[in-house]
């Protein structure tokens, strides 16, 4: 018996799909809220204090409705500069727009026979603009809605260059007046590594209207140059 179960879970093996790798294909793609098949995301920004301190550090990942990270992942763009702060609001009606820069941070798009392929490679700059919309609630001037545009650029380890946006995202919740649920990505402290449980501080929010550009000709044509002089040596 146990042979034939052995002898079983092989056969089960070799019949079962195994998800295979694909170079990333150029080309542009966008979310399942725009017509597209790229998910739709979560993000989380850890911050080293309750409601300040720097570095401030990016999390944002895929999620499919009950997993994260299953498509896409964009991890620990750093901002080590305080964001601009624009304050648009009379007699504390109005928006105030927060730009935040962050520079590095590793991506990958994960195997799954993706239109768009897969791979990992590095993040240049990260912008996100955050608009936030005020009313006068009790007489004061109270946040009540936010909403997120950015945009990040990176390379592939193989050369091809990745251009990520997106155009609509909301915020969700900030600590300290709530607890990030475990259904948005891990605080990512300055190391890059699970922030420790006792610092626990940053917002959270949804990634939508996702705009997914990929070109390998620029790898195809410094490969084709390299070989030109090659020939001249």
């Known amino acids: ?3 034939l179960l052995t002898a079983a879970a092989l056969s ?3 019949i079962l799909p195994v998800l295979a790798q694909a170079a990333p294909v150029t080309g542009i793609y966008t979310s399942t809220d725009m017509g597209g098949t790229i998910l739709t995301g979560r993000a989380s920004t850890w911050r080293p204090a309750v409601n300040s301190g720097l570095p401030h550090v990016a999390h944002i990942q895929s999620w499919n409705g009950t997993s994260l990270g299953t498509q896409w992942d964009i991890s620990c763009p750093i901002e080590n500069s305080a964001f601009l702060v624009q304050d648009n609001r009379t007699a504390g009606v109005g928006t105030i727009v927060y730009t935040s820069t962050f520079t590095g941070g590793t991506f990958t798009l994960y195997p799954g026979a993706w239109a768009w392929g897969d791979g990992t490679g590095t993040l240049n ?3 996100l603009i955050t608009t936030v919309q005020y009313y006068m609630i009790g007489g004061v001037s109270t946040p009540v809605a936010s909403v997120v545009n ?3 650029s990176g390379l592939f380890s193989n050369g091809c ?3 990520f946006a997106i155009a609509n995202g909301s915020g969700v919740g900030e600590t300290p007046y709530a607890v990030k649920p475990a259904t948005y990505p891990t605080f990512l402290d300055g190391t890059c590594a699970p ?3 006792s610092l626990q501080y940053g917002t959270w929010g949804n990634v939508m209207t996702i705009t997914l550009g990929i070109d390998c000709t620029v790898a195809d044509e410094e490969t084709t ?3 030109i002089k ?3 040596r």
């Open 225 to 227: 140059w390299g070989g």
């Open 230 to 232: 090659s020939m001249y």
């Open 161 to 163: 260059l990745l251009t």
């Open 195 to 197: 922030a420790s449980p």
């Open 150 to 152: 950015g945009n990040t």
């Open 12 to 14: 089960l093996l070799v």
């Open 1 to 3: 018996m146990k042979r």
């Open 125 to 127: 700059t990260t912008t």
